[in-house]
């Protein structure tokens, strides 16, 4: 009798699962790019790290004060899955969402996509911006 809470049965039983031929079992790949916020002199900066990611597979939405950054990186291999011999690269939809400041000017962001790096540019208003008020 196989004992279901014994720890070596337990990763035998998921290593055979997650190790099946079977077309049904295939693999799930989660593509979750890394992202870095940045405060800049005129506001912020959101970079996203997409490589292998082309431009028009990306979409930014801003709903609200919820800006949006989602798309897919495609697996462009032609081969059979038995050509493979190791992937450590991952492949998939992806989506993620940043909660804005009131002080961002929704007006004025910018993004661009360079050598992977997608930057959104998130300026604040020019009424949040500090300022030096001059004594008299």
Known sequence: MMDVFNPQFVNRFFNEMLNQEDETMAPAYDFKPGSEIVKTELGYEIKVSLPGVKQEDVKIELNGNLLTI????????????????????????????????????????????????????????????PRTIEVK
């Open 70 to 129: 989602s798309g897919e990186r495609k697996n462009e291999h032609t081969e059979t899955k038995n050509n493979v011999l190791r992937t450590e690269i991952s492949y998939g939809k992806f989506s993620r969402s940043f909660t804005l400041t009131p002080e961002i000017d929704a007006t004025r962001i910018e993004a661009n996509c360079k050598d992977g790096m997608l930057r959104v540019q998130l300026p604040v208003s020019e009424k949040a911006l």
